[in-house]
């Protein structure tokens, strides 16, 4: 009994699998335009890590078009769900695991500047653009810069898209939080069938990679020891867009 007594209070970092796990993810976007301003809410839904808990997202704001290659945009994100490195901690049975943090709200503000060009040197219709983000979570006081460089290839009929498909890269940089400054990677293969001028929709396959660093509550438990955990998923989901008038 003593035996598995140290053993449960023994400090444990947390683990993942030598494999991706899949993880699921739904997205509803809607957009209205009024004058300069392109106003969008989006709402997420990502059924995340083994046990495929619940994490959801709403964000709200617009995007000013400054220029014809240049939108810049301000948000306000509410989240639940979403998982930290200080959310791994000793329960008072001394077992080590992740904080619930399901139905925990956080508040962020979102910046966003995303410069676009046409690159009429390839064949077809392809944009490209380099979506520049920073995120202030107000509730975990973390900050991160987020770079994704996209590349979208349209097909027309005439003058009207019928269907988008988009390559994407991701890399979320932790500001002031975390052992290592890449936090999360990301990789997206998306497409959209335009099925009227202000409905569209399709699937989106993503990797992920999300690094777990030290918590503080481990750190202090263990005498400042350290831990880094790569945790790997793909993520299959589905995109709906509805343009209001």
């Known amino acids: 009994m003593a035996a598995q007594a140290a053993a449960r209070a023994a400090p444990q970092a947390p683990t993942a699998d030598d494999h991706r796990i899949p993880e699921y993810e739904a997205s509803s976007v809607f957009t209205s335009k009024i004058g300069p301003f392109d106003r969008m809410a989006d709402f997420t839904e990502r059924w ?10 709403l964000l709200a704001g617009a995007y000013w078009r400054a220029e014809r290659h240049l939108k810049l945009g301000a948000f306000y994100e509410l989240g639940y769900g979403e998982r ?27 910046l ?5 060009a046409e690159l009429s040197f390839l064949p077809g219709h392809w944009v490209g653009s380099l979506k520049l ?37 991701e890399g979320d940089l932790a500001l002031n939080f975390g052992g290592k400054t890449l936090w ?9 069938w335009h ?7 399709g699937p989106s396959i993503a990797l992920r990679d999300e690094t777990w660093s030290t918590s503080s509550s481990f ?11 790569l945790y790997r998923a793909w993520v299959a989901g589905f995109t709906f867009v509805a343009r209001l008038r």
């Open 184 to 192: 999360q990677k990301w990789y997206y293969l998306a497409g959209l």
């Open 112 to 116: 966003d500047a995303t410069p676009r």
């Open 219 to 229: 750190q202090s438990f263990t005498g400042n020891k350290s831990y880094s955990v």
């Open 133 to 169: 983000r920073f995120k202030r979570n107000a509730t975990a006081d973390k900050d991160v810069a987020q770079i994704g460089p996209e590349l979208a290839w349209f097909w027309m009929n005439g003058l009207t898209p019928r269907a988008t498909i988009f390559l994407r890269a």
């Open 84 to 110: 930290h490195d200080d959310d791994w901690v000793r329960d008072p049975s001394g077992l080590w695991a992740w904080r619930d943090t399901n139905r925990r709200p956080e508040h962020s503000l979102v």
């Open 48 to 57: 995340q890590y083994g046990k495929l808990l619940d994490s959801r997202t």
């Open 195 to 201: 099925a009227t001028p202000d409905i569209s929709l």
